[in-house]
Structures are given as structure tokens and as C-alpha cells.
């Protein structure tokens, strides 16, 4: 760089702007590789928890509500962090947040492999909190890092390929899920520990800083105190409404904090002079629909896998391991259309991908809603895989379009936004589905189920009633889906060539 470009990038940064720096070549894959340790990562330990929880219940003397709160625990800490996570990341750079989380992740791998039996429990929540925080990082500013790392018109090629590792994870969960849970349900926490400490040496060499960020920030702390408090009261009371553990007027309680501390958080953020999130980025149409369509499609599906166990192994029949292993359609599908999806989103356009894909997945959602029994595993596998394969179509042009219409200093922030709504939407739909499928079945057969499987064939009554909050809580998706694509289709379209020179201007 010459004198005269180092003067202008030091007077750029001086004005509170951004520089794009270009990164060395083959650094797009070198990004890649990284974030994909991670994707695979948390995709792996979120399969192979599934699996190992039943021994999990068992091994620690806990209750099947403690267990609900292991996986509650990990994704209400995460949704209500992502955003301020995301402003960080625009002041301090990806890279040291980055490997913070995969550091932090891998501490609380290694905390929750040691669990103790006398806390029933309730230590390995705290430990999954603090896997959380990690994941909070982690998965933040892996979408950043790599639409730093792609260029404009390659954005969408590698968030497809991102994805190739977290449908991975999804599907070797099981397997390796059920192989450590024969050694010790431990091992499935500390596996994460070698892998962690891989991530974290491997990120620490290897990523670059592409984007140099403005200098002088100021960070939020009212808007960020507000936002945590405000979404963590609302997470959690909904999720004490589907998983009772405390009194109703401690839960209502939760709801009146909920509500002055959003209400204050939009106040703080209208007058912060540099918000932790600004709201106007929602004033771009393309924005705020892929982002409305992003939460309503975690909405929609956020429970449907967690219900497809329990469909797995009460009615159907069916082990622990074996459930999850004949969730494969639905990740195999996912691994196959996601990378495609991004490329092409780089080349056509994302709008009518993104919304073609919700209208597969509704597809695959109105089959399920009629699953009885007696369907034949073939037929639920149609169904598992449109509902995956719909969904790889619809995330990648989404996440594309959603990032390409902010400048290179916001994409922490647009990520966080766009990984909160998704879990957000999410932990909603667990609290919706919830009492609609399991809260009408007896305790104790619950508990049965869920520990060991094995069918309720000797229960035709709690059978029928199981399968009839199936069938309600799948056409409840069915119909936010359509919504969602309803949404995508009312965003302006998407071009590439159009992105980038957005962008561009929006850097000058």
C-alpha cells in the first residue's frame, strides 16, 4: 500500500468508517475452514446430546425437567446474547471473538463432562449456560467471518457450504451420540474438548482481520443491560410456561420485567448516538422481511425435531439411538440442497429461492400433521426430507440477502440479529409445542418414553391423544410457514449485481 492509500485509510478511520481491506488470496477457504470446526461442533453436540440424555438422566439423579432445562439452558442463553455479541464483534473485530467462544465453549465442554450426581442435575445446566456463552460467539461471528472472507457475488457460495458442516454434525450426532454413551455419557461433552482446543489454536493462527472496523466506538451498555434483560425474562418465562419449576406469580413477574425492559431497550436505542442495535436497519425492506421470514421459519420448526423424537420413540416404537438415527432424511436433504442454494442465490438471486424453499417445507410440515402409527417409515422419510431439504433451500439465500444489504462494519450486528430471531422463534416453538403434544400425557409415561422408548402400544388411549397434539402442533407450523413465505415473497428481490453495488456505495 502506498503512503498516500495508508494516509487515506488512517483518514477513513478517523471519520468512524469502514476499509475493506482485500485478504490474501485462498483466505475465503482458510475462513471456511475454521468456521466449519465450529459449525460441526455445535452441530455434533447438539444430535449426540439428544441421544445421550436418557443416560444422562440416569447418571446424574435428575428429573425429566432438569433434563428439559440442559437444552432450554444452552438456547436461551444464546439468543439473548447474539445481539450484543454481534455489536462487539463490530468494534473489536470477529477473530478475537471468535476464538474467545471457541475457548469459552470448550471450558464449559469440559465442566459439564465432570457433572456431579448430588446436584441432580442443576450443575450441568450452569455448565451448558457457559457452553452458551461460547456458542453465542461462536455462531455469531462465523456468519460474519465468512461474508468478510467471500466477496460480493460469492457470499451465498459460502454460507452453503458452511451449512454442509452443521447438516454433518446433525447426522453423525446420532452415531457418535450412541457410540460414547456406550463408553460413558460423558464423553459426549468431552469429546468437545480436543476438537475445542483444535478450533481454538487453528483460529487463532489462521484468521484474519479483512474488514479494519472504525476506530473510537463506543460501546452500548444501557441497550445492551435492557435488551438481556428485557428478551431473558420473556425467554424464560415462556419456557416456565411449557416446563413449570416455580410459581405463576414469579412467572407473571417475569412477564412485567419483560415488558419494561424491551420497552426501555427501544427507548435507549433511539437516542443512543451508537446504538447496540440499530433499529434502522429495519427500515430496509429486504432486511426486515428476510429477517421476519428468518424468525417465523424458526417459529415454524423450531420444536418439529424435538417432537419427531418423542413421535420416534413412544408411538413408533423406537430406542433412543435408533430415533435418531432415522432422523437422517432430514439432515441428508439439508446437506444436499444448502450448498446449492447459496450458490445459485449468488448467481439468481435469493427471493424466490428462499420463499420456494419455505413452501417445500410447509409441504413436508402438512404431511407430518397427518402421521399416525401405522405410517410406513418411508413415507415419514419423504416428509422429514422435504421439510429438510425446503429449509436448506430457504437459509442460505436468506442469510445471503440479509447480510448483503449492510456495509462490512454492521455484518456482527446483522448476524446477531439474524441468529436471535431464528432462536427466538425457536424457544417459542417449544413452548407452543410443548403443551400442545406432551402436556396431556401422564407424567410418568412420559418419562418411560423418553428414558427408554419402546412404543405405547400398550396405551392405545394416551396414544391417540399423543398423536392428536402431534397433528395440532404440525399444522400450527404448517401454517406459520406459509407466513413466513408470504413474507419473503413481499421482500424486493435480491439481485447480486444490485448487492454489491449497494455495498459499495454504502462503503463510500
Not at 429438510?388 to 440479509?402: E, I, K, R
Not at 462494519?409 to 439474524?418: K, V
Not at 410443548?434 to 396431556?440: C, I, Q
Amino acid at each position: 500500500m502506498s503512503v498516500a492509500e495508508k494516509t487515506e485509510s488512517r483518514e477513513v478511520l478517523k471519520e468512524g468508517l469502514h476499509v475493506e481491506a482485500p485478504p490474501e488470496p485462498g483466505y475465503e477457504w482458510v475462513a471456511l475452514s475454521v468456521t466449519t470446526v465450529g459449525a460441526l461442533l455445535a452441530a455434533l453436540q447438539g444430535s449426540s446430546l439428544i441421544i445421550a440424555l436418557p443416560d444422562v438422566l440416569t447418571g446424574l439423579n435428575a428429573g425429566f425437567l432438569t433434563i428439559m432445562w440442559v437444552l432450554l439452558g444452552y438456547l436461551l442463553i444464546t439468543t439473548a446474547l447474539v445481539p450484543v455479541v454481534g455489536r462487539l464483534a463490530d468494534m473489536f473485530g470477529r477473530k478475537r471473538l471468535y476464538v474467545a467462544g471457541f475457548a469459552v465453549f470448550t471450558l464449559g465442554s469440559l465442566l459439564a463432562g465432570v457433572s456431579q450426581p448430588q446436584f441432580h442435575g442443576w450443575d450441568l445446566v450452569a455448565y451448558r449456560v457457559v457452553q452458551g456463552v461460547g456458542g453465542a460467539l461462536l455462531i455469531t461471528n462465523s456468519t460474519a467471518i465468512v461474508a468478510d472472507a467471500f466477496r460480493h457475488g460469492r457470499v451465498g457460495l459460502g454460507l452453503g457450504i458452511n451449512q454442509v458442516a452443521g447438516a454433518a454434525g446433525f447426522l453423525l450426532g446420532p452415531v457418535v451420540g450412541g457410540l460414547l454413551t456406550a463408553l460413558s455419557w460423558r464423553w459426549v461433552f468431552l469429546i468437545n474438548v480436543p476438537l475445542g482446543i483444535f478450533g481454538t489454536l487453528w483460529g487463532i493462527w489462521r484468521l484474519r482481520e479483512p474488514v479494519r472496523l472504525p476506530a473510537h466506538q463506543r460501546f452500548d451498555w444501557l441497550g445492551s443491560l435492557t435488551f438481556v434483560v428485557g428478551l431473558g425474562s420473556l425467554l424464560m418465562a415462556l419456557s416456565l410456561m411449557a416446563f413449570p419449576m416455580l410459581p405463576m406469580p414469579i412467572v407473571y413477574a417475569m412477564f412485567a420485567i419483560a415488558v419494561v425492559g424491551l420497552a426501555a431497550f427501544v427507548v435507549t436505542e433511539i437516542k443512543a448516538p451508537e446504538p447496540m442495535l440499530d433499529l434502522r436497519l429495519f427500515s430496509d425492506r429486504l432486511f426486515g422481511f428476510a429477517t421476519l421470514a428468518g424468525g417465523l421459519n424458526g417459529l415454524a420448526r423450531g420444536a418439529v425435531l424435538f417432537v419427531l423424537i418423542f413421535f420416534l420413540q413412544g408411538p413408533y416404537g423406537q430406542d433412543p439411538l435408533m430415533a435418531g438415527l432415522m432422523m437422517t432424511p432430514f439432515g441428508a436433504a439439508f446437506l444436499l440442497v444448502g450448498p446449492l442454494s447459496g450458490y445459485l442465490s449468488d448467481r439468481y438471486g435469493s427471493r424466490t429461492l428462499a420463499t420456494a424453499g419455505l413452501l417445500v417445507s410447509a409441504v413436508g410440515l402438512f404431511g407430518l400433521s397427518t402421521v399416525v402409527t401405522a405410517t410406513q417409515y418411508w413415507v415419514l422419510a419423504v416428509y422429514m426430507s422435504l421439510m429438510g431439504g425446503g429449509s436448506g433451500l430457504f437459509t442460505s439465500p436468506n442469510v445471503n440477502a440479509l447480510m448483503s444489504t449492510v456495509p462490512p462494519r454492521q455484518r456482527g450486528t446483522a448476524s446477531g440479529i439474524n441468529t436471535m430471531v431464528g432462536n427466538t422463534g425457536q424457544m417459542l416453538s417449544i413452548a407452543i409445542a410443548f403443551p400442545l403434544v406432551l402436556s396431556r400425557i401422564p407424567e410418568d409415561v412420559m418419562f418411560r418414553v423418553f428414558l427408554f422408548g419402546g412404543g405405547m402400544a400398550d396405551m392405545p388411549e394416551v396414544q391417540r391423544t399423543f398423536e392428536a397434539g402431534l397433528h395440532q402442533a404440525f399444522l400450527v407450523s404448517f401454517g406459520i410457514t406459509l407466513i413466513a413465505a408470504l413474507a419473503s415473497a413481499l421482500r424486493p428481490a435480491h439481485s447480486p449485481r444490485e448487492a454489491a453495488a449497494a455495498a459499495q456505495a454504502a462503503s463510500a
